[in-house]
C-alpha cells in the first residue's frame, strides 16, 4: 500500500509566521502535489512537482512556496501565514499524475 | 463557470437503492477521470478510474463516460450506510493536472 504521510494533523500558526507543512511517500513515486480544500472551493491545487528539484505552480500558488530536495519528501512552505490560509492542505504523491494517493491533511488554523 | 462540476447535493437514498452521481467538465482535451471517495474527517481515496467512452463496472460501482456530452457519472448499485461520503470527480488533461469538483455528499439511510 502506498504510504503518504504529513507531518501534522492540526497546525495553529500566528499571522505573519512562516510555516513549514511536510510531506513523505514511500513508494517512489515521481509526482507530488498539494491541494488545499476549502468549504464550497473543493480541492485547489497549489504546486506539484514531477522530479526531485522541479516544481510547477497549480492554480493558486500566491503566498506558497515548494521544495522537493529529495524524491521521497515535498514540502509546502508559507512565507508568511495569513488568515485566509487557515485550511485543510492535503499532500498527493502519482506514479502516473493521475491516479493520486494523498496523506492524511493538516488542518492550519492561522489567528 | 467551473472547468469540473458536480451536483450540488447532498443526496439521499435507502438503503438498497441505486445512486447515480454525476459530473460534467468543460475542457474538451480532458483525456482521464475518476472518482474519489471522501469520508467525513478523511482524506480522498480513489474508487475509479474511466478513460473511454462508455461503462466500467468494479464491483457495485460503475462509472459511465461520454466525451461528446462532456459527461462522467457514478452509479453505486445496493447502496450501503458505509457508501455515505463525498464523492468527488475528478479529471485531467495530457499535463497531468487533475481538477476537482467540489463533490457531492450522498447519505445512504437504513
Same mark, same amino acid.
Given at each position: 500500500d502506498v504510504k503518504v504521510t504529513q507531518s501534522s494533523r492540526y497546525l495553529v500558526k500566528r499571522t505573519g509566521e512562516k510555516v513549514f507543512l511536510e510531506c513523505v511517500q514511500d513508494m517512489d513515486h515521481e509526482n507530488m502535489f498539494w491541494y488545499r480544500q476549502d468549504p464550497g472551493l473543493g480541492l485547489r491545487l497549489i504546486y506539484?512537482?514531477?522530479? &526531485?528539484?522541479?516544481?510547477?505552480? #497549480?492554480?493558486?500558488?500566491?503566498?506558497?512556496? &515548494?521544495?522537493? %530536495?529529495?524524491?521521497?519528501?515535498?514540502?509546502?512552505?508559507? %512565507?508568511?501565514?495569513?488568515?485566509?490560509?487557515?485550511?485543510?492542505?492535503?499532500?498527493?504523491?502519482?506514479?502516473?499524475?493521475?491516479?493520486?494517493?494523498? #496523506?492524511? #491533511?493538516?488542518?492550519?488554523? &492561522?489567528? | !463557470?467551473?472547468?469540473?462540476? !458536480?451536483?450540488?447535493?447532498?443526496?439521499?437514498?435507502?438503503?438498497?437503492?441505486?445512486?447515480?452521481?454525476?459530473?460534467?467538465?468543460?475542457?474538451?482535451?480532458s483525456q482521464s477521470f475518476f472518482w474519489y471517495r471522501q469520508y467525513s474527517g478523511k482524506s480522498p481515496e480513489l474508487i475509479m478510474s474511466i478513460y473511454s467512452n462508455g461503462d466500467k463496472e468494479d464491483g457495485r460501482f460503475t462509472a459511465q463516460l461520454n466525451k461528446a456530452s462532456q459527461y462522467v457519472s457514478?452509479?453505486?448499485?445496493?447502496? !450501503?450506510?458505509?457508501?455515505?461520503?463525498?464523492?468527488?470527480?475528478a479529471v485531467s488533461t495530457n499535463a497531468g493536472k487533475s481538477t476537482f469538483g467540489d463533490g457531492t455528499t450522498l447519505t445512504v439511510k437504513p
Open positions: 506539484f512537482s514531477y522530479d &526531485v528539484k522541479m516544481k510547477e505552480k #497549480g492554480d493558486i500558488p500566491e503566498g506558497y512556496s &515548494v521544495s522537493r %530536495e529529495k524524491k521521497e519528501r515535498f514540502s509546502l512552505i508559507l %512565507e508568511s501565514a495569513s488568515t485566509n490560509q487557515t485550511s485543510m492542505y492535503l499532500c498527493a504523491s502519482s506514479l502516473t499524475r493521475e491516479k493520486l494517493f494523498f #496523506g492524511s #491533511g493538516t488542518q492550519l488554523s &492561522v489567528l | !463557470q467551473k472547468e469540473v462540476e !458536480q451536483n450540488s447535493g447532498p443526496l439521499s437514498v435507502p438503503e438498497g437503492a441505486i445512486a447515480s452521481l454525476n459530473c460534467t467538465y468543460s475542457d474538451r482535451v457514478l452509479l453505486i448499485r445496493d447502496s !450501503q450506510p458505509s457508501d455515505s461520503a463525498t464523492y468527488l470527480c
